[in-house]
């Protein structure tokens, strides 16, 4: 994965964010300055890939579902130092996420898989995998205001919308000595998941911006 691609990202997200909507960027001193990092943030709007890569004081290579990376698109989020990701399963994005993680480079993730309600209320486990078998810490990101009650996981936010993007403390797990493979996966993906989902609920009603209340997954 090319970090010179993942530094270019940062850029354009920066533009995005504070170009063209109106981002405001809470607890980036959470995020360690160096080494290993992973990123575990809600997933509501089709533009939170981008405000995380604008937001993080680091470039970030983010796991990005399979089927954008076609044609230009396609090239485009490679050149960017993307990871294509195939939700149905398969390892692939997992080792290459692992190869950034060891070479001591930042993954952003979206632990819920599709763009929804953003709340956290469910979590798949690669990004706890990733947090055991990379020696990462895991820092929680709330990301709010791209998608409202409404608005379809397509929709492109207003030019100068107020969008929120609030870090969290970074959550460091490890495998107990003792404790099964299953079970240490298990115990990382559940208090990943926690504090993701208390970082969000507290960020939304801190930034008086509530989460969209559909689930635009249903109607698909």
Do not use: C, Y
């Amino acid at each position: 994965m090319s970090e010179r691609g993942a530094r270019w990202g940062r850029r354009i997200g920066r533009f995005l964010a504070f170009g063209v909507w109106h981002a405001r960027v809470i607890g980036a001193d959470h995020v360690p300055t160096s080494g290993p990092v992973l990123f575990a943030a809600n997933h509501t709007g089709v533009v939170d890939g981008p405000m995380l890569a604008g937001a993080t004081p680091r470039p970030v290579h983010v796991l990005v579902k399979q089927e954008a990376f076609v044609g230009v698109a396609g090239w485009f989020l490679t050149s960017l130092g993307q990871i294509p990701v195939d939700r149905e399963g398969g390892r692939t994005a997992l080792t290459a996420a692992l190869g950034v993680l060891r070479r001591g480079g930042v993954v952003g993730i979206f632990p819920e898989g599709n763009r929804g309600r953003g709340d956290a209320s469910s979590a798949q486990a690669g990004i706890a995998w990733l947090a055991l078998n990379g020696g990462a810490p895991v820092v929680p990101v709330a990301v709010l205001g791209t998608r409202r009650t409404g608005e379809s996981v397509g929709h492109v936010p207003g030019f100068r919308r107020r969008l929120v993007i609030e870090f969290g403390e970074p959550l460091t797990l490890v495998r107990a000595p003792g404790t099964s493979g299953r079970v240490a996966l298990s115990e990382a993906n559940e208090a990943i998941r926690v504090a993701l989902s208390g970082l969000v609920s507290g960020a939304a009603a801190r930034a008086g911006l509530p989460l969209p209340t559909d689930d635009p997954n249903a109607a698909e």
